[in-house]
């Protein structure tokens, strides 16, 4: 929709229709997104359609011509400058929780410049409950009808994670930008195949990395990578606030099984911590993991994880998760060189050495000497924006090429993690990063051929998803 403004003021109009132009004071619409500013060359009345000629006021490109199609005939009757916006058009597979959490972020006006036209899930009630909440979208009972109807530019997944890659092939070689949820997919040969679709395309590939917006985590890359703590040594993360009940296991057919979801809290829960992992320190090169299966739960997948990593420095980490404590943990610990950084309830404390380990070791003339060393005020500024800002994040880059949060491929990162782990567990040896996609499989395989499909579930969606933003 192109919603057009003269001067600040309510535009001016006849028309011989009793169709309406929405028209707001332009100063509503003031942000560096949402506008392109324009100034108004000639206007004339057409049969039931208003071509307005615009030339663009943009320093790069000013005698750019855009051409306004409006469904009524009207008479503009003064003249001035003009702003115009432009909405994404887009759709949402699969509407569970987090398409639900995303359709109410659309309603609760969230994404300035996305415009939610159609949704698609396989189960009739939650399109009918879709439709409630919006009358006018569209609704489809397959993601490949809603791909190929003509009613989006762009399309979120929200489906289960064996479903991801495939739909977004689909979408890709439709001509569609693509927004994924995590993770990327279930094993990383599937996901390697769907990232070389995208990049044979100009279309904008993401995937939902939110806490990649949260301030402190962004502020503990800036510190870790600044390098002016020297090299990581250790890194240590206890995730273990992902307490689940077993009603939430049996709310879907699909949820903590090999064939349906393809892993436990690794796949399912933790995708953004092992992402934000990577991210923050960087890809390990070995993995051994143990990941014990049903332990809190009665389930098929892990519920309780540790990983030991390895990094090319010699550097070593350690990351433990569960779905089983309450209350549980989140604390990230990074020793580095010349400083130690702690990461917990939202504080980042910072201890300065006042020289590194490494040159202090060997030059110490005591054999119990302390290095010495201060802590740091740490300030962290600006706004944690989560699942929205990831989605106007997407919606600036297909507009105006703005950067995404996560690029879709970077979502191989973490998924490579806890495959290696997986595998780790069940060879019960350590693997080498990258790991063999091959092998990795052959084992996944033979656990979906030997998953058991539940009988009995008890369907639940929770729309709002803002309790599980800080995790």
């Not at 332009?26 to 324009?38: D, N, P």
């Not at 489906?159 to 979408?171: L, R, V």
């Not at 070593?316 to 549980?328: E, K, L, M, N, S």
Request: charged fraction near 20%; proline fraction near 4%.
């Amino acid at each position: 929709m192109i919603k057009i403004y003269i001067n600040n003021k309510f535009l001016q109009y006849a028309c011989n229709t009793k169709n309406k132009i929405s028209i707001f004071p332009y100063r509503k619409y003031i942000f560096k997104h949402e506008i392109l500013w324009i100034r108004s060359k000639c206007a004339f009345i057409a049969p039931n359609i208003l071509l307005i000629l615009l030339f663009l006021l943009n320093e790069k490109n000013p005698c750019g011509i855009i051409t306004a199609t409006l469904n009524s005939a009207c008479l503009i009757k003064s003249k001035g400058d003009l702003i115009m916006s432009r909405k994404i058009t887009f759709g949402i597979i699969g509407v569970g929780n987090m398409g639900s959490s995303h359709m109410r972020s659309f309603m609760e006006g969230k994404l300035p410049e996305l415009e939610l036209t159609a949704v698609a899930d396989i189960n009739p009630e939650r399109l009918e409950w879709a439709k409630e909440q919006l009358p006018n979208i569209s609704v489809f009972n397959t993601a490949s009808e809603l791909i190929h109807s003509g009613k989006c530019e762009a399309i979120v997944i929200a489906t289960p994670h064996y479903d991801h890659p495939p739909i977004a092939i689909e979408a890709l070689k439709a001509g569609l930008h693509v927004m994924t949820e995590k993770p990327a997919g279930v094993y990383t040969k599937q996901v390697r195949e769907m990232i070389e679709v995208a990049s044979q395309t100009d279309r904008t590939f993401a995937i939902m990395f939110n806490q990649r917006t949260n301030v402190v985590y962004r502020k503990l890359r800036e510190l870790v990578q600044s390098g002016e703590y020297g090299e990581i040594r250790r890194v240590n993360w206890i995730i273990t606030d992902w307490f689940r009940t077993q009603a939430y296991y049996d709310s879907g057919g699909w949820r903590a099984t090999w064939a349906g979801e393809g892993g436990g809290v690794l796949i399912n829960q933790c995708p953004h911590n092992l992402d934000l992992w990577q991210w923050i320190c960087g890809m390990p090169n070995k993995i051994w993991a143990t990941c014990h299966q049903g332990k809190w739960h009665n389930i098929e997948v892990e519920d309780d994880v540790t990983i030991y990593a390895e990094y090319p420095n010699g550097a070593t980490g350690v990351f433990i998760a569960t779905t089983g404590d309450c209350p549980g943990t989140n604390r990230l610990e990074i020793t580095m060189d010349k400083a130690k950084i702690v990461c917990e309830n939202n504080e980042i404390k910072l201890y300065v050495l006042d020289e590194s380990i490494s040159k202090f070791t060997y030059e110490a003339k005591l054999g119990f000497a302390k290095l010495k060393g201060q802590y740091v005020d740490v300030e962290i500024t600006g706004e944690s924006t989560h699942h929205p800002g990831v989605l106007n994040a997407f919606a600036a880059n297909i507009l105006r090429g703005e950067p995404l949060y996560a690029h879709g491929s970077e979502g191989i990162n973490s998924l490579m993690i806890s495959n290696a782990a997986y595998l780790s567990s069940w060879l019960g040896r350590p693997v080498e990063l990258p790991l063999d996609e091959d092998l990795f499989y052959e084992e996944l395989k033979k656990r979906i051929e030997s998953s058991n499909a539940k009988k009995e579930v008890k369907a639940q969606v929770q729309e709002d998803m803002s309790s599980t933003y800080g995790s």
